[in-house]
Nanobody, 119 residues
């Protein structure tokens, strides 16, 4: 079982920045894709950003130019740098990783971290 632990959420004013971290219990090199999702109250969970094993990235249109996903393989950690935050970014942010360990597939979620953007 792959464990993911998110951190870095909090309360920030509009226009501010936060950096979320997702620490994995296994080498993230084993992951085919690691993504950040978010879920606002009464809304469906949505993909915010993802990074593939080869390093390519993808972003939701709503965060392009403001959010950056990156990975540090040595620390088994994926980051989400969030700049110019808006009230509509308020949500619980989750990390997800899909991959294989010794031919055994996994699809794991973290417990989530709350991001609140408010003045």
């Amino acid at each position: 079982q792959v464990q993911l632990v998110e951190s870095g959420g909090g309360l920030v004013q509009p226009g501010g920045s936060l950096r979320l971290s997702c620490a994995a219990s296994v080498s993230i090199v084993s992951s085919n894709v690691i993504g950040w999702y978010r879920q606002a109250p009464e809304k469906q969970r949505e993909l915010v950003a993802a990074i593939l094993r080869g390093g390519s990235t993808t972003y939701a249109d709503s965060v392009k130019g403001r959010f950056t996903i990156s990975r540090d393989n040595a620390k088994n950690t994926v980051y989400l740098q969030m700049n110019n935050l808006k009230s509509e970014d308020t949500a619980v942010y989750y990390c997800n990783a899909e991959g294989r360990i010794l031919f055994t597939p996994y699809n794991s979620w973290g417990q989530g971290t709350q991001v609140t953007v408010s003045s």
